[in-house]
T-cell receptor, first 113, second 116 residues
Framework: DQQVKQNSPSLSVQEGRISILNCDYT??????FLWYKKYPAEGPTFLIS?????DKNEDGRFTVFLNKSAKHLSLHIVPSQPGDSAVYFC????????????FGKGTMLLVSP | NAGVMQNPRHLVRRRGQEARLRCSPM?????VYWYRQLPEEGLKFMVY????????ESGMPKERFSAEFPKEGPSILRIQQVVRGDSAAYFC??????????????FGQGTRLTVV
């Protein structure tokens, strides 16, 4: 029973273009969503987050959009850079009082020059 | 300010042996989380600890796995009588005390356990 789904295992984008990574969730109790970036042989690094009371959060080249009615969120990276090539994990937490996360399987982004 | 430190980075154990994975949280952090990543999978929550207390172990296998976070020293994830299916990357994360409900946890680089 996968509560957080990233249906695209991989995505290839040219440098300078927009990268859009998608994430769907099934648990309506989730109220906080995060994106992590992971390079091989390293731990996940926090990228950006969004609370369920918002529908958009922006930080530099990264923007996360949340559509609660569709239980869908997306991460936009613009412009994409070769250094953005990594695996991106979508994660969610429920209002349990602490930061336990439920992760998707990840999407490998490859940005080519 | 050092990040979350995990050791060893790589651990090889024969079937039936014990594996001990260590995690030192970031300075000032008192909440520790362990996650496991199987090949081609996302990270799966195992256990959440505060100093000397297990808060949530709902993701821990019922047998052979245990975790502790003593008053002094690192958090330890212990796997007894390892089997090949335990081969995975084990990640530790930490967050500060009085954490607001919505905050990010900081991850270590992980321990890659290989059972042969």
């Amino acid at each position: 029973d996968q509560q957080v789904k990233q249906n695209s295992p991989s995505l290839s984008v040219q440098e300078g273009r927009i990268s859009i990574l998608n994430c769907d969730y099934t648990n309506s109790m989730f109220d906080y969503f995060l994106w992590y970036k992971k390079y091989p042989a390293e731990g996940p690094t926090f990228l950006i987050s969004i609370s369920s009371i918002k529908d958009k959060n922006e930080d530099g080249r990264f923007t996360v959009f949340l559509n609660k009615s569709a239980k869908h969120l997306s991460l936009h990276i613009v412009p994409s850079q070769p250094g953005d090539s990594a695996v991106y994990f979508c994660a969610a937490s429920a209002p349990s009082g602490y930061s336990t996360l439920t992760f998707g399987k990840g999407t490998m982004l490859l940005v080519s020059p | 300010n050092a990040g979350v430190m995990q050791n060893p980075r790589h651990l090889v154990r024969r079937r039936g042996q014990e594996a001990r994975l260590r995690c030192s949280p970031m300075k000032g952090h008192s909440h520790v989380y362990w996650y496991r990543q199987l090949p081609e999978e996302g990270l799966k929550f195992m256990v959440y600890l505060q100093k000397e207390n297990i808060i949530d172990e709902s993701g821990m296998p019922k047998e052979r796995f245990s975790a502790e976070f003593p008053k002094e020293g690192p958090s330890i994830l212990r796997i007894q009588q390892v089997v090949r299916g335990d081969s995975a990357a084990y990640f530790c994360a930490s967050s500060p005390p009085e954490t607001e409900k919505n905050t990010e946890a900081f991850f270590g680089q992980g321990t890659r356990l290989t059972v042969v």
